[in-house]
Nanobody, 125 residues
Framework: VQLQASGGGLVQAGGSLRLSCKATGLWFQSNVMGWFRQAPGKERELVASINANGRNAYYQDSVKGRFTISRDNARNTVYLQMSSLKPEDTAVYYC???????????????????WGQGTQVTVSS
């Protein structure tokens, strides 16, 4: 399993970025996909996650209304559109996959069955 994240960078506060994560080596449609982030000195936290068909999503309170997670099952790719970025959004962002094991499942917390390598997002004030 390989999750390749991209799209991070340096942006001014109020700006936007779009992260992408391409998955290979797994049956993409059978996985919940999510984005975590980890800021220096802080624990890794779940930012957003999305169910198998892309119709339901979970968002951490601090990003609701600013971030949008989506997925393209035909391309085995999950996205995180980030808008109105704040300096406190600065972190390394990781994509993750959880294999769906039951018919009814929660979108959070995520186990993190597979992880991407992380992409740095830096928001300047």
């Amino acid at each position: 399993v390989q999750l390749q994240a991209s799209g991070g960078g340096l942006v001014q506060a109020g700006g936007s970025l779009r992260l992408s994560c391409k998955a290979t080596g797994l049956w993409f449609q059978s996985n919940v996909m999510g984005w975590f982030r980890q800021a220096p000195g802080k624990e890794r936290e779940l930012v957003a996650s999305i169910n198998a068909n892309g119709r339901n999503a979970y968002y951490q309170d601090s990003v609701k209304g600013r971030f949008t997670i989506s997925r393209d099952n035909a391309r085995n790719t999950v996205y995180l559109q980030m808008s109105s970025l704040k300096p406190e959004d600065t972190a390394v962002y990781y994509c993750a996959a959880d294999k769906i094991r039951q018919i009814i499942y929660d979108l959070h917390p995520m186990r993190g069955d597979a992880w991407g390598q992380g992409t740095q997002v830096t928001v300047s004030s």
